[in-house]
């Protein structure tokens, strides 16, 4: 029985599994999105997530410690510079883990794990819905021409009532 075992091993030694993770997790901060397995990307997002997590804070000590994981200086320069720039104020949540279809030898079940600040197209959409979204449904008049129309009313009545 697997009780309270977290990790999926994904067939491989722990050793074999540690630096798979770190070359998926340096390719995924320099291209900012990769295709891989199913199962490798929900595993690598638990991995690179607290990684993104300890990039907020520019110490050495952090650096140091994202370096022991990636073993890739580019990925970590890359990891402190462009990515926190974009991820910094976000609280978690960092990558976004897409499935498509399957692979077509095996019948793998595929995916694809991005940065979520980093897809253009699914910001610009975002955008371009939020902008056109500006009607507000259940009210007859907004509350400028409700005050507009009790004031008409009060100066038509006035006269008349002299």
Do not use: W
Not at 2 to 18: D, E, S, Y
Not at 28 to 39: D, S
Request: charged letters at 30%; glycine letters at 6%.
């Amino acid at each position: 029985m697997r009780h309270g075992n977290k990790v999926n091993k994904l067939g491989r030694t722990a050793t074999h599994r540690k630096a798979m993770m770190a070359n998926m997790a340096s390719s995924l901060i320099l291209h900012k999105r990769i295709m891989t397995t199913a199962a490798k990307a929900k595993e690598l997002r638990k991995f690179v997530e607290p990684l993104i997590t300890k990039a907020k804070e520019d110490i050495t000590h952090n650096r140091r410690t994202v370096f022991a994981y990636l073993k890739q200086g580019p990925a970590v320069k890359e990891l402190f510079g462009t990515v926190m720039t974009k991820v910094g104020d976000r609280p978690g949540g960092y990558t976004r883990v897409l499935k498509t279809m399957n692979r077509k030898g095996d019948n793998a079940e595929m995916a694809i794990i991005e940065l979520v600040d980093f897809n253009e197209a699914m910001l610009a959409a975002k955008a371009t819905k939020g902008a056109a979204k500006k009607t507000r449904r259940g009210r007859t008049k907004p509350a400028e021409k409700v005050v507009e129309a009790a004031e008409t009313s009060e100066t038509t009545e006035a006269p008349s009532a002299e």
